[in-house]
């Protein structure tokens, strides 16, 4: 058993965290904390009233080195970067939930705000399975994608190499309230988002680099995706549809059974994907339909887990030379 | 006061033409009908109770231009044509709600099935108030368009002009449940559509030739959209996001608010529109955002009433030589 | 036609007497109020851009009653006496949405605050129309009733005579998320109350003394209702359910349809009610089922309209000497 | 390892068996079966997709046995005891969810219909664990409570010494949509439920002389519930509340604390429960608060888990000699 911490206790990434490493047969849970302490993991989170209860500290990098051996930080960006900072340093192993470490310094500095940990950032390793399976078994730093990275990048990249790369890429990506956070705001009122539906920061998300620089990375190929987010009236969920241009017309089904043909969590799916199937697993469902060079992509996670805690501890049995998938739902949240 | 039918008032359209025809200055509903009768409209409609009764005849075409000067058919596809025909031999204005004047004959019987009434098909009018009024003035017949294509067009066609004519379009349409009618099935069963939401007939909906047809008849310019429509879990309502390439770079905010400036059912929105502003009126809220010459066009109706129902009374409104917005609501079901 | 003021515009009570009043066709909005104002209503409210607009002003007693005879005044409780005082002093006259007015004073103190103005207190008429019809027409300031005790009370008060007074009388409650105001909190949060169902103040709200107060002010009957109120995940509408015993069986259904039979805006049903046929209208829909001495009583309300400002409007028609249903919605939001 | 049986695993406690099923450490499942057969686990259920595949059998008593030792029917009644008794006959264990063996003869035929299994009806032990462990460790027959008797039960039995035997019993409960069942109706259409909740079979359900029974049977006290049972616009969850009178004034509080402090899946709650703690859970949450002799008692169960399949696999255990929570998840389905 490796002993864990959780640091960010209090929101929603925080305790999925929690219900997954509750029963986690090689982790065990000996530090959890918050920004502020003085509470127990019950008093958070009602549900776990007589299923797990602990401590709540006020997080403190020192106290955390000495009971455990790997941390996950489910922080706001920037609290994130310097607590992370001394974790490496006192050489615990940090899954970092937040955006801290998955940019290029120029981008990230641009998106967010000065970086305060260039040093690390430079080692840092994206934690997406399919693709950086390999550097995250090797890494003391992963940075943990976000959901909208997660759900697009898992759907484009198996197309980018046949795509026309003078026409745009759309996404059109849709999540879940609790995306959108804990934190009380007119956006995730139940009035407002209740029989609603509306596309917020259009084309102008900080989420599109994210997609842009990681589509470079893995294909050598520029691109520049027209990202609309929507909050869609469910609590946990992300369904994203892509419209690409093909250059060449290929069999897209075919290509993208082929691509994935071996990974565990991503299915193929033959109708539209939905958000129920996923939501309570970390699969990524993906879907594909062409009409001549037009092309919809259609991929659905749930966004706490694929988009965050379950993938999560996925790089952090990867990192602990576990298999990937232990400990890891695949049982959806249905009906 | 001019005396108006009803046929089909059991289904979600009936009943909001019921709505806003108990409180239109200058219409009288005289016939109420559906398919088998025997029934009156507060059995079929408890929420009408103590409101509005009057008994729900089998539909025959004899007996309602009796009675009445003007129909509005809420039929399904088929059974409408076959009434329409009998309506307008007997000098009855006619609105159908229906597909089956919508479309040149080719395409009505490649989607649909053979037409029946190729005669009035000839003259129908599309019910599209913004870009057919002075034709719905002066017909007997208009083919009252479908939820889709009305955000579609309302909101595509400001720009079809400065489209680049190679790149393909994209419609990711969003409808509420009510959209599907309100015949049982898996797709409007609660436990499927609640916390979830799915595209359906992706890049193959019958819709797309509909908005295809109709670009071409106002722009002689022929566009192939590729459209994808989702259920959303929200009652009534419907959300529009259209990709399109522009070929050379315009204002597209000036561009829109100069079109609809004259407009009185279409509103420019400064931010993403939403579903329940208009929720409840004859609005189509309309927003644009653009990247370079990528365009995000975002239009949102609410899908019985500009989709259907309320649309229909300003096709009415014109034929009779009313304003257009005569007993046309403008308040919205918020919050 | 008469020039109203609305006060406290922000708020949903405030925005639904905005859209009531709109198409009013014996009142003029003429003064629009909130604490800061500074604004406009289609700032406030975007469902009414290009419907109706108009500065929002920061509530001032003796600049309303310049343009304004008659004040709808939807602010929090103590607030509003402060300012209701100073209008009546103005000789305007006051429909207050707040609970201010409602209570007698000794109550009023031991549930809220001190009282401020307890010379108009005395004075003050429960705006609870099928009871207290002839007393509103005369009166200069109605203390329009909370939602809660409308719809218990409008059930209940038929069968006080008929009840085992020795036995305990239960109301379970269930109201919409609108009806915890649009102050952001933990309750009103979509995450939390979406799937969700909880009561809270059980057997201790403070509504209950209203409901005791006005059952004995009508019946000379003393009761002490336990009354359970709790959110459901809908945004608006109310549902209650009293569990009562009576002391001789009466025949309940024909009690309950006789003593109603004469009124416009109580609708009494065979099956029973739901929230769907009542949201959008001022009706207030009842049921009820008995089994040997135990009775079932089960009413529905539109929280917003009934229960707080279409009510307040029948109020103010009363008042001003116009039928109780002038410009009073009785079209539900269905479907 | 047991091999198990899962006969009617098409509709939602069916799905719910198998995803318990699945992940148990002591059952395997080697049998699936519904009324047509001629599919697989997959087709049935998509979200099942590359997770846990089989063939689904027409459901066959002998076919069965050859295969597994223990068999838990999710039929409808009627069709249940058909199947049960050819599977008692063949010594197979049966964990019944239908109503089939729940009730005395002379109840059951007076609400359902003729039974068809008298002898082995004489016999099977109702699998309400906290009362009847037992007699559960040694039948072949378990006959698995409702939804609604379990959450009523579970929450009135403590009390039911307590009570003033003339006073009436008042049971308000709301279930989630999925409690109605896979087949289509208008009552689980989503545009009748959402945004809605109603009452039905008020003071008449078939659970009454359930719950009325079992409180006899366990405390020798004769009571006639009247239980009014709502659908609330979620898909899963229960949600009860009991109004009662107390003879003699007792610490509620304590009195429910005391009877439950060795239960594992009873929780008892400080404030009123809720329906998202105990979603996904065997968890039976309850809360108490009085006033005087008015008692109102608050539970909360998910109704396809407690209400249904992980009761029964609790009840499974027990008859095979396991703990009880073998395999059992108490995680909420939060956020």
Redo the contacts between chains.
């Keep these: 058993m490796i002993n864990v911490a959780i640091v960010g206790a209090s929101g ?1 990434t925080g ?1 999925e965290l929690i ?1 997954i490493l ?2 986690h047969p090689q982790f065990n849970i000996t530090y959890v904390a918050n920004s502020s302490g003085n509470t127990t993991v019950s008093q958070l ?7 797990f209860d602990m401590d709540v500290k006020k997080a403190n990098a020192s106290q955390l080195a000495k009971v455990a051996d790997i941390a996950f930080l489910a922080l706001p960006h920037k609290a994130s970067m310097s607590f992370a900072k001394e974790l490496l340093d006192l050489n615990i192993k940090v899954i970092d939930l937040s955006a801290d470490y998955r940019l290029e310094l120029e981008t990230y500095e641009k998106f967010y705000c000065p970086h305060e940990d260039k040093n690390n950032l430079k080692h840092s390793i994206y934690g997406l399975p399919e693709f950086y399976e390999d550097q995250i078994k090797n890494t003391k730093l992963v940075a943990n994608p976000g959901c909208y990275p997660t759900a697009t990048l898992l759907a484009l990249l198996p197309f980018v190499p046949y795509l026309d790369q003078k ?2 890429i ?1 996404v ?1 990506a ?1 999540s879940g ?2 995306g959108a956070g ?1 934190k ?3 956006i ?13 920061n ?3 998300h900080r989420h599109s680099p994210e997609i842009d620089e990681k589509v470079f990375e893995l294909t050598d190929i520029k691109v520049n995706v ?1 990202f ?1 987010p ?1 909050l ?6 992300m ?1 994203v ?1 892509i ?1 690409v ?1 093909l250059e060449d017309i290929c069999d897209a089904k075919k290509v993208l059974k082929d691509f994935y043909k071996d990974e565990e969590f991503v ?1 193929i ?1 033959e ?7 996923t ?2 697993t970390n ?1 990524c469902d993906i ?1 594909v ?3 001549g ?2 092309l ?1 992509i ?1 991929s659905s996670i749930d966004n ?1 887990l694929r988009g965050a805690s379950s993938q999560a501890v996925v790089n952090a049995n990867l990192m602990c030379g576990f298999e990937a998938g232990v400990g890891i739902s ?6």
């Excluded at 869609?232 to 969920?237: K, L, Y």
């Design positions: 929603f305790l219900k509750i029963n989170h009602s549900c776990l009233d007589g299923v026409a745009n759309f059109d849709k309230v609790s804990k009380l705001s007119d995730t009122a139940f009035v407002n988002t209740n029989e609603n539906m509306f596309a917020y259009a084309m102008k027209n609309v929507s869609i009236p469910v609590t946990r969920g369904l549809s419209y241009t299915r799916k109708n539209p994907v939905n958000i129920k199937d939501s309570g699969f879907f339909e062409q009409n060079n037009a919809f259609n706490l695949k049982i959806a949240y249905v009906p």
